[in-house]
C-alpha cells in the first residue's frame, strides 16, 4: 500500500477518448489523497474521508498538483546521429530540399542508424528515455523508420524491445518501414514496398510482438494514397493496427484514408481540410498534434480548436526525432499548444493523458486517475494544472509513480 497525501490538487477526467466541449471539462478534489495498492489506484478522494486504518507507506505531496502519468503517443526516439549543422543552416534561409540535395536530412539519421549496432541504438536511447520520466512521461510510443531495409527496420524494434526491459517506462512500438523511399530504390517506391510488406516479415513483426502499430508517411515526398492503403491494408491482416503521418505539408487525401482503414489515430494535421475531418470523426480516430515540429521548423500550427470544436479527440505528441523536432520535453509541447494553438490548459493535460492512451489503445488502463486504473501518477511541485503549462521552461515535476513504485523522488 502506498498513500499519497496532502494533494493540493487532484485532476479527475474520465479516461479517453474525450472529445470536443468535454475535453475542457476536469474535476478538481483539494487537499486530496490517494491509495495505491500493488499497481492499481485503490481509493481517492478528500484527504479528510481518508481511512485512517490504511497502514503501508506515505508519499506527502506537499501541497502539489497530482495528474496521470504523461504519455508521449508519437516519437522517433531510437535514432544514432544528430543534424545540429542543417539546424543552422535552415536558420540561415536554407530550405530543406537544398540541404536534402547536398546529402542532408533524414538520409543522415538513416546511415546513422543503418551503421549503429542494437546495442548502441539502446545506449542512445536510455538516457532519453531518463530524461522523458523525469519530465513526467511513463509511457512512450516509438516508431521505426530509420533503417530502410528489412534488417535494419528489425534492428530498431529489437531495440525497442530491449529497452522495454531497461527501464521504467512502458514503451508502444511502431513498424515505420514505410519512413520515406531510401536512397536505393530512387523511384521505385513500390518495389521497396514489397520488400517492407513481405508476409514472412509481418508474421515475424506480428508474432514476436516487435510492433502493436504500422506508421505510413502519407505525403507527395513519400508515399501517395494508393501506397499508403496498400501498406496499412497488409499490416492489418497482421494485427497491426493502422496509424498515418496524415496532412502535414500538402493536402492529398490522408486524412480520409485514415477513415477509410479504420486508423487508430492520425498523426500532423496541419493541412487537414473537412472531408479529412469528416472521414476522422466517422472512424473514432484520435487527432495526433506535434506543436514540437511546427515551433522547431517555424511553420504553421495544425488547427486545433477547429478539430476541438468539430468534436474530435486531440491528443499531443512530441514527435521527438534529430531532424523536425528536437524536442524531448512533452510539457514543452504543452506550453506550445497552449500559446501557439490556444488550448487551454486542461485540454493540454487532457491531450497527453486520456486522450494519448487512447491514441495507443490503452484507455482502458492508462491516461486518468480512476479507482481501478493503472498507478501511473505525477505529483507537481505546482499546486494546479495550469501552473504546469504556464511554466513550459521548467521541470515541475517532483515525483513520479509508474505501475505503483516510485521511480523519480525529488532532488
Ligand atoms: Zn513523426
Not at 499497481?39 to 503501508?56: H, T, Y
Not at 540541404?99 to 546511415?111: K, L, Q
Not at 496509424?243 to 496541419?270: F, M, N, P, R, Y
Not at 466517422?282 to 486545433?304: D, E, H, I, N, T
Amino acid at each position: 500500500m502506498l498513500t499519497i497525501k496532502n494533494i493540493g490538487e487532484l485532476a479527475l477526467f474520465p479516461p479517453g477518448p474525450i472529445g470536443g466541449r468535454a475535453m475542457g471539462k476536469v474535476e478538481r478534489i483539494t487537499s486530496a489523497a490517494v491509495v495505491v495498492d500493488e499497481d492499481r489506484i485503490a481509493w481517492l478522494g478528500p484527504e479528510s474521508e481518508l481511512d485512517a486504518s490504511i497502514g503501508g507507506d506515505v508519499l506527502n505531496a506537499e501541497g502539489g498538483c497530482v495528474l496521470p502519468g504523461l504519455i508521449d503517443c508519437h516519437t522517433h526516439t531510437v535514432f544514432a546521429g544528430t543534424r545540429e549543422h542543417e539546424f543552422v543552416r535552415r536558420i540561415a534561409g536554407d530550405s530543406y530540399e537544398q540541404i536534402a540535395r547536398d546529402g542532408g536530412g533524414i538520409r543522415v539519421t538513416v546511415e546513422a542508424v543503418r551503421s549503429a549496432s542494437c546495442d548502441q541504438l539502446v545506449e542512445l536511447a536510455l538516457p532519453r528515455l531518463a530524461r522523458m520520466l523525469r519530465n513526467g512521461v511513463t509511457t512512450v510510443e516509438i516508431k521505426s523508420g530509420y533503417g530502410l531495409t528489412v534488417a535494419d527496420e528489425l534492428k530498431m524494434l529489437e531495440a525497442i524491445a530491449r529497452l522495454k526491459k531497461l527501464q521504467p517506462i512502458e514503451l508502444v512500438p511502431t513498424y515505420l518501414a514505410a519512413h520515406t523511399v531510401p536512397r536505393e530504390f530512387d523511384g521505385r517506391g513500390d518495389a521497396y514496398l514489397d520488400a517492407i510488406l513481405d508476409e514472412k516479415v509481418l508474421l515475424r513483426i506480428s508474432g514476436e510482438g516487435l510492433a502493436e502499430f504500422c506508421d505510413v508517411f502519407c505525403e507527395t515526398t513519400a508515399f501517395d494514397v494508393a501506397q499508403s492503403r496498400r501498406v496499412l491494408q497488409a499490416a492489418k491482416k497482421f494485427a497491426l493496427t493502422p496509424k498515418l503521418h496524415a496532412d502535414q505539408i500538402t493536402q492529398i487525401g490522408a486524412t480520409v484514408l485514415a477513415g477509410e482503414v479504420g486508423a487508430i489515430s492520425a498523426d500532423h494535421l496541419e493541412t487537414i481540410d473537412d472531408a479529412g475531418i469528416d472521414a476522422m470523426k466517422k472512424a473514432g480516430c484520435v487527432a495526433v498534434l506535434l506543436p514540437g515540429c511546427s515551433f522547431y521548423l517555424g511553420v504553421k500550427q495544425a488547427p486545433a480548436r477547429r478539430l476541438i470544436e468539430a468534436n474530435l479527440p486531440v491528443a499531443l505528441a512530441t514527435d521527438y526525432n534529430p531532424g523536425s523536432a528536437m524536442v524531448e520535453s512533452l510539457p514543452l509541447v504543452m506550453g506550445i499548444a497552449a500559446t501557439q494553438m490556444r488550448m487551454t490548459p486542461v485540454e493540454t493535460v487532457i491531450a497527453v493523458t486520456a486522450n494519448a492512451a487512447a491514441a495507443l489503445n490503452r484507455a482502458d488502463r492508462l491516461g486518468a486517475i480512476r479507482v481501478g486504473m493503472q498507478a501511473d501518477l505525477v505529483v507537481l511541485d505546482v499546486p494546479n494544472l495550469e501552473r504546469l503549462v504556464y511554466e513550459p521552461g521548467r521541470n515541475c515535476v517532483r515525483t513520479v509513480i509508474k505501475n505503483g513504485s516510485i521511480v523519480v523522488s525529488p532532488g
